[in-house]
């Protein structure tokens, strides 16, 4: 994101390119950006299109007023950040919630059946040994 700063009304225009002089595509910021820091407010101007890590120059004309320009992330990419990690710190617990959940109706399911099958296997069964002594 190319940020503006600027004095007054001011017409701008930018271009920029990487290392090896191709062109680099910016466009016009899809939502008004306005930022503030250390009394100076940051106005975004455009979305630069960088397609991999490298070095990039961009050059700026300005008509009008006195402008200092910035570069850094857009507010956009920022909350969805904030906003993934918000919904990450929700999932996870989440998912640990339910994995206890399920281990738990499992492992009270396997138990019930086995007590089941104890107590059919002790009850109303026949003694296939013969006599008990004493009788």
Not at 22 to 46: C, D, I, Y
Not at 91 to 108: K, M, S, Y
Request: proline share 4%; net charge positive.
């Amino acid at each position: 994101m190319l940020y503006a700063s600027s004095s007054g009304p001011a017409n701008v225009t930018c271009l920029a390119q990487d290392s090896s002089g191709q062109p680099v595509k910016l466009s016009n910021v899809s939502l008004h950006q306005t930022v503030t820091a250390n009394g100076r407010t940051w106005e975004g101007m455009f979305d630069i299109a960088v397609p991999a890590a490298g070095t990039y120059e961009i050059s700026c004309r300005s008509q009008g007023g006195q402008v200092v320009f910035g570069v850094g992330k857009g507010l956009v990419a920022s909350v969805g950040t904030v906003a993934g990690g918000a919904l990450m710190a929700f999932l996870i617990p989440t998912a640990g919630f339910l994995l206890a959940f399920v281990v738990t109706i499992v492992v009270f399911v396997r138990r019930r059946r086995a007590r089941r099958h104890l107590a059919a296997s002790t009850q109303g069964g026949t003694w296939s040994q013969g006599t008990p002594y004493g009788v």
